[in-house]
């Protein structure tokens, strides 16, 4: 948070919270021509170490996704 929302009143930090659930409902819906997206597999590699003395976790995932697209073919 940055520093000048540390102290807020109460009634502000609730009309916040609201204007973005308001904002998010009134979004509009994805087009029904997007392409449906399904994840085949998720890979996570994880190691432990040290740098500079401090204790690290180096991550890397590997997510492959098959994306079909509902265009009909050309003729």
Known sequence: MPPEDKD???TRAVGR???HLWSAA???AP???????QEVSRETEERQ???EGHKVTLR???IEE?????DPPSS
Do not use: A, H, W, Y
Request: proline share 15%; aromatic share 8%.
């Open 17 to 19: 919270f609201l204007g």
């Open 60 to 62: 890397r995932t590997t």
């Open 49 to 51: 170490g040290q740098i």
């Open 66 to 70: 098959i994306e079909f697209n509902d």
């Open 8 to 10: 807020i009143p109460i």
């Open 31 to 37: 087009p029904d021509d997007e392409p449906t997206v």
């Open 26 to 28: 009134s979004k509009p």
